[in-house]
Structure formats: C-alpha cells, structure tokens
C-alpha cells in the first residue's frame, strides 16, 4: 500500500515537472536571446555620438531599453578572451580559466593560446600544430550552456564573430561556432562542432562575399565637417600599416595577399559579420524553435577592437566607425524584427572591454604618461643584473605574456633557490621602473597575502592557479606595456592604444537590455558585466552558470 500510495505524489511530482520543462514555451517566454558584443566598447562611446544617431540602432536601445551606464569589469586584465569569457559565464577569470588572451601552463610550460585545442582542427583543413581550437580551456559553464541543460537539448545556440575567440568562448561547450578567416575570406569552425560544413555555410563562402570590397576604400560616411575629431586625422602616434595608411581614405589592399586582414581592420569586417549572422538567421531559423524552447544567437563585432588599436578611441576613424557600426546594428535589429519579432526577443549589448587614449594624446593635455617595452626582460636590464647580483644567474625569467611575468622553474629549483623568494625580488625591482605600479606575486596570491584595495582585488579576480603567471605586472595610468618587437613584425612601428589594465578607462563598458519585455530606463548605478549572465539567466528562469558571481540586475525582470 506505501508504494502504491507514494506512487501518486511522485506522478504528481512528474507532472509538475513536465510543466516547468515546458516553461520555455509560455508565451510570455522570449523566443531568441541574443547577446551582442562589441570588442573594445568604452561605456562612454555611444552616448558621446548620440546627437548624431539616426533611430534604429543605439538609439533604439538607448531609448527603448534599459541602459545601465556605469558598468565596469571587476578584474584586473582586460583582454578580449578575458571579457568574452566573463561575459559568456558571469564569472571572474579566477573561475572561469580564461586569465589571459594567452598564458604558459604553469605544469607543462607550453604557451596556450586561449582557445587553442590540437584535437579540433579547422574543418576542411590538414590538422597543423596550434591552429585547432574549441571551448576546451573555458572551466565554466554559460548562458547557453545552462539554457540546453534546462530544456533537455531543445534550444539551439550560435555564436558568430571575426575573431575565434570572440566566436568560442561565448558559444559555450554546447553552442555552434564561426568566425571570419583573415587567409581565405571565409567564415569557419572546428571539428569540435562539425564534421562538415552546413550546406547554407558553403553556399555562403562559396559566394564569396568579401572579395566585393577588393576595389573599395573605406572613406567616411559623412562629411568631415560634421565630426568631432574632424581635423585630427593625421597624428604621428597612429599605426601606419600600408597600405591602410593613418588617413582617409584608407585602402582595404584589394590587390595584396592580406586583403581579407585588411577588411577586419575597417567597418568592413561587421558588415560581413552581419552578413553571416543573417544567413544564419534564416537557414538555423532561429527564434523559430520547432520545440517552443528560446534560441541563442551571439554576435560578436570586432572592428571597434582593430581600429581603437590602429588609432585610438578618440580619432576619427573610431568615430566613422562607431556611426558605421550604429547602422549595423539598426540594420540587424530590423532584420530580427522581421524574423523573430524584437518583442519576441531578449537583446543584450556590452562590451568586452573599454579602452585608454594613446598616451601621446594624454601627454597633449598636460598628463604624465609614457610606453614601457618588455622585450628585454630576458636578456638584459635592471631585472637580470639585480638576479645575478643576488643568485649568481641571471636565467631565472623564462618569458611574458602580458600582463605577467613567468619565472623559469627548473632553473631556480636547479640551483637551490625558493620560487617565493625570487618573486618578491624580481617583483621588488620591477616597482623600481617608471610605468610599473603594481608587481603581485604568485605565492602572495595563493597564501592570501594580499592588501585589501581595489587594484589588488581585481588582480585577485584575475589570478588561476595554473595559468596566472609568476607575477601580475600593473602599470601606471595611461602608461603601456607592450612589445616593440611584435609591432615591428606587424609592421607598423607602434599602435597608438593598448588595453588590458585594472584602470577605469580599461573596465568602463555599456549594458544594454531591450525587447521582450525590457523597460525603457536609464540606471545609473554601478554594476559590473558579471551580472549579464545571472540576469538573463534569471529572466529565463534557468539556474546561472556554474561560476557565476553577478547579481540579478531586477530592473531588467519582467
């Protein structure tokens, strides 16, 4: 009789549970979320034009949305797989792995590319060493990850973007990823998502819809009298990469074998971006889920990365963009209006990061500023000669990879040495170089020694056991790291912005809600881009993300 008896509240149970599954198909639930990112987005970018945009685009999240306008990253290197990760997850990179663009495993000592997986190669490619990547080294879960969970499979997620990363990490493990190929004009994947290409992807690369811009130039959209960096479109700091140049016009190099680079570099390399996007759209009809479960799109736009790198975020070609890229994204929200319905859709827009001014500008106005280099850690200097005067060796550095120094393990173990003691010296003398204000060591993180300030703590947000070098290096405000010998192979000298500091011009992004059910309002209070992730989520009703430490920002809920 109890078995028979307790059979009753258990199919009750199930019954229950079979309407929360189909939750995702009430009709008050959005059909398609989609999570735009835009690469290298300062918080104060969209509103500094908004005078000068047309309805459709910013505007429309600016005026039918929600807006949260001081919005700032919480760890301390600003990166772009950092903030793609962070954003996917709602987790810092202590949780989520994702410490760096790139690291040395501090186990194997092999440099890691952040999405770099040699047992998924590009599909359609020979397998070559370091070029297959997947979301392998992400440790957390995200949005789409958790929306699959919840509904038993039935959603579908994609994630498109120029830049592998900016494709991958926000994809989740369970989403479908492509990105543009800067060699081929094509946009790929891995093996880890297919064997081979959809139909409609093939039909679209065989299309070739880049190789429209070989006998095109970027030139501005408007006339120069009507933008605010109107006359300084020559400025010696700029990046000259020919045949890109530093004015207008700029050519896109149709006729060189880095045209398809050249177009990432220029408004050109979102419109493609679209393009893709759309295509998807239509052939995946997403936010048209045969289910009634909500689908995921990601979009993630690179060229405000490129350009704020080639030119700095206030030049003109930053501005051009941004108006560009205003009509780009007007463009996709009347093309998701058309498919899905903008009311049928939750929208969300951030950035991964924000950006400095090139410090030759800020030295214009009055402040103190400068570029370090790191080349000559290894081989000469300050941190080598205090080595050899206090070790009797100087080999003791094994390399960098921004922002941290690694120390070479077997050497120090090899002549007796205690690794702690050789961080707190080396970090001692990088304090003393003018640029450097911070210098945190490894075995300080992980005994917890430390001082509470908000530098420190978004160091130690920033720090993974395995992948976090031997020591965080910070510089001063509006000083840089860099590498001299990289941009000299890029062939351009030098660029004029750097980002992946703790700075506030380095965390400083916009948050945007807007469609399905999302109030038109302007927040001015701080949050942080670890709160997409639980937002969204919440708004779902799926659990968040394995790693998630955001707050539900509830002016977003329904």
């Given at each position: 009789m109890k078995t028979r008896k307790s059979g009753v509240p258990i199919i009750a149970a199930l019954a229950?549970?079979?309407?929360?599954?189909?939750?995702?198909?009430?009709?008050?639930?959005?059909?398609?979320?989609?999570?735009?990112?835009?690469?290298?987005?300062?918080?104060?970018?969209?509103?500094?034009?908004?005078?000068?945009?047309?309805?459709?685009?910013?505007?429309?999240?600016?005026?039918?949305?929600?807006?949260?306008?001081?919005?700032?990253?919480?760890?301390?290197?600003?990166?772009?797989?950092?903030?793609?990760?962070?954003?996917?997850?709602?987790?810092?990179?202590?949780?989520?792995?994702?410490?760096?663009?790139?690291?040395?495993?501090?186990?194997?000592?092999?440099?890691?590319?952040?999405?770099?997986?040699?047992?998924?190669?590009?599909?359609?490619?020979?397998?070559?060493?370091?070029?297959?990547?997947?979301?392998?080294?992400?440790?957390?879960?995200?949005?789409?990850?958790?929306?699959?969970?919840?509904?038993?499979?039935?959603?579908?997620?994609?994630?498109?973007?120029?830049?592998?990363?900016?494709?991958?990490?926000?994809?989740?493990?369970?989403?479908?990823?492509?990105?543009?190929?800067?060699?081929?004009?094509?946009?790929?994947?891995?093996?880890?998502?297919?064997?081979?290409?959809?139909?409609?992807?093939?039909?679209?690369?065989?299309?070739?819809?880049?190789?429209?811009?070989?006998?095109?130039?970027?030139?501005?959209?408007?006339?120069?009298?009507?933008?605010?960096?109107?006359?300084?479109?020559?400025?010696?700091?700029e990046a000259d990469l020919k045949p890109l140049g530093r004015t207008f016009p700029h050519s896109l190099g149709g006729d060189t074998k880095y045209f398809y680079l050249f177009l990432t570099l220029s408004p050109v390399g979102d419109a493609l971006t679209l393009d893709f996007a759309k295509a998807l759209v239509e052939n995946e009809k997403l936010g048209q889920n045969p289910h009634g479960a909500p689908d995921y799109l990601q979009i993630s736009f690179s060229s405000t990365d490129y350009i704020g790198h080639l030119f700095g975020p206030s030049s003109l070609e930053t501005e051009d963009n941004l108006l560009r890229l205003d009509r780009t994204l007007a463009d996709l929200f009347q093309f998701i209006d058309e498919k899905v319905g903008l009311d049928q859709t939750?929208?969300?827009?951030?950035?991964?990061?924000?950006?400095?001014?090139?410090?030759?500008?800020?030295?214009?106005?009055?402040?103190?500023?400068?570029?370090?280099?790191?080349?000559?850690?290894?081989?000469?200097?300050?941190?080598?000669?205090?080595?050899?005067?206090?070790?009797?060796?100087?080999?003791?550095?094994?390399?960098?990879?921004?922002?941290?120094?690694?120390?070479?393990?077997?050497?120090?173990?090899?002549?007796?040495?205690?690794?702690?003691?050789?961080?707190?010296?080396?970090?001692?003398?990088?304090?003393?170089?003018?640029?450097?204000?911070?210098?945190?060591?490894r075995s300080d993180l992980l005994a917890g020694r430390i001082t509470e300030s908000p530098v420190q703590n978004q160091i130690r947000r920033s720090f993974h056991p395995t992948r976090s070098g031997n020591i965080h290096m910070v510089p001063e405000q509006y000083w840089f790291l860099h590498s001299t010998e990289e941009a000299e192979k890029m062939g351009i000298g030098s660029i004029a912005a750097i980002h992946g500091s703790p700075w506030a011009y380095d965390t400083y992004v916009p948050i945007f809600f807007a469609g399905h059910g999302v109030p038109a309002q302007i927040i001015g209070r701080r949050v942080a881009p670890t709160d997409i992730a639980a937002t969204v989520t919440a708004y779902l009703g799926v659990k968040r993300p394995s790693g998630s430490v955001g707050s539900v920002l509830t002016e977003v809920l329904p």
């Open positions: 229950l549970l079979a309407s929360v599954t189909m939750a995702f198909a009430a009709p008050d639930s959005p059909r398609l979320v989609l999570q735009i990112t835009v690469d290298q987005l300062r918080g104060d970018l969209p509103g500094r034009y908004a005078d000068r945009l047309p309805d459709g685009g910013f505007r429309y999240l600016m005026e039918k949305g929600t807006w949260y306008t001081d919005a700032h990253y919480q760890h301390a290197n600003t990166e772009t797989a950092v903030g793609h990760a962070t954003l996917a997850t709602g987790a810092d990179p202590s949780r989520h792995g994702i410490v760096a663009n790139d690291w040395i495993d501090q186990g194997s000592g092999a440099f890691v590319y952040n999405t770099e997986d040699d047992r998924h190669h590009i599909v359609g490619k020979e397998p070559k060493a370091h070029e297959g990547v997947s979301p392998r080294n992400l440790l957390a879960s995200t949005i789409p990850d958790e929306m699959l969970v919840h509904n038993g499979g039935r959603s579908r997620a994609f994630s498109v973007s120029v830049k592998d990363r900016g494709a991958i990490l926000p994809g989740g493990h369970v989403g479908k990823a492509f990105w543009f190929s800067k060699s081929s004009g094509e946009f790929v994947t891995s093996t880890y998502y297919y064997d081979d290409y959809p139909a409609w992807v093939k039909q679209w690369n065989a299309a070739k819809p880049a190789d429209a811009y070989r006998d095109q130039s970027w030139d501005l959209l408007h006339d120069r009298a009507t933008y605010v960096h109107g006359q300084m479109d020559d400025r010696p700091y939750l929208i969300v827009l951030s950035g991964d990061h924000g950006a400095p001014e090139a410090p030759e500008y800020m030295a214009e106005l009055g402040l103190s500023t400068g570029r370090f280099a790191f080349d000559w850690f290894k081989t000469e200097g300050p941190l080598t000669d205090a080595l050899q005067k206090k070790y009797g060796r100087s080999d003791f550095i094994s390399g960098h990879s921004h922002p941290y120094l690694y120390l070479n393990l077997e050497a120090i173990a090899s002549a007796g040495q205690n690794v702690a003691d050789v961080e707190r010296l080396v970090a001692d003398e990088l304090m003393k170089i003018p640029g450097i204000v911070y210098a945190q060591t």
